[in-house]
């Protein structure tokens, strides 16, 4: 299960678990999206798996409940739950920013990660993997995008709190995250203002990654080859230090 697999990382990282011999649910949030998931279905099925997209707002606890069930019932269990889905907006001020929109990053950002463990988690076998979609902001956080930020660093956290929880009851099941730094996806030009220096002037490397760049990394972390790791927190920031 990808989330916000329409598009982006979500979509690479579907395209190179399918192109692996993964079958691969996506989730998508919006009618405006149907294209794009219509378009990583047909990617997913050009490697000769089998792909489900699924519409609907994470927010909702009740949608993230049914994407486990949707699964469930086409494929009969989770073995990889990618929680990548992201929403950001920049601000200036703190004053500009109002409760609704708060909640709404940390709704889709943080709440629904927390939801759709819960549900999946039952149906995850020893040696399973969940992988969770952090930030460098996690470390180096933008001022202009405060709430964002926020929720990384919790993802992070939450990330870790996980590991040690899942390893503490013996269910066998691996949680770490990816640290992307700045990458060129469609969230950027819809919510970055000056958007055409992105990746430029805050990247070592002076340009943005490509959502392909990052994908591999979420490969590996589903592998038996990252039996070892759990807790961990891969960063891909272009050069960015994340100590």
Not at 132 to 150: E, F, H, K, R
Not at 189 to 216: C, L, V
Request: aromatic share 8%; glycine share 8%; with cysteine.
């Amino acid at each position: 299960i990808i989330t916000g697999g329409d598009s982006g990382i979500g979509k690479a990282v579907a395209i190179a678990m399918a192109r692996e011999g993964a079958n691969v649910v996506i989730s998508y949030k919006d009618k405006v999206e149907d294209e794009d998931a219509k378009d990583t279905l047909e990617w997913i099925e050009k490697a000769g798996v089998k792909g489900l997209a699924i519409r609907g707002d994470l927010r909702n606890e009740k949608h993230c409940k049914k994407i486990i069930e949707k699964t469930i019932t086409k494929f009969d269990k989770i073995d990889v739950l990618v929680n990548n889905a992201a929403y950001q907006m920049t601000y200036e001020t703190i004053e500009e920013i109002d409760t609704e929109e708060w909640d709404k990053t940390f709704d889709t950002n943080m709440r629904a990660m927390f939801y759709l463990v819960k549900y999946a988690k039952p149906y995850m076998k020893p040696g399973s993997s969940i992988i969770n979609t952090t930030s460098v902001n996690a470390y180096d956080p933008n001022p202009t995008l405060l709430p964002y930020a926020a929720t990384k660093g919790a993802i992070q956290n939450f990330t870790a709190s996980l590991a040690q929880l899942f390893m503490q009851d013996n269910s066998g099941i691996r949680v770490n995250a990816v640290a992307p730094g700045p990458i060129w996806t469609p969230l950027i030009p819809s919510t970055i203002p000056d958007h055409e220096t992105f990746g430029k002037d805050n990247s070592p490397m002076g340009r943005p990654g490509q959502p392909a760049e990052i994908a591999p990394i979420y490969v590996f972390l589903a592998s038996a080859a990252a039996s070892y790791i759990s807790g961990a927190t891969i960063p891909a920031t272009g050069g960015r230090a994340t100590i």
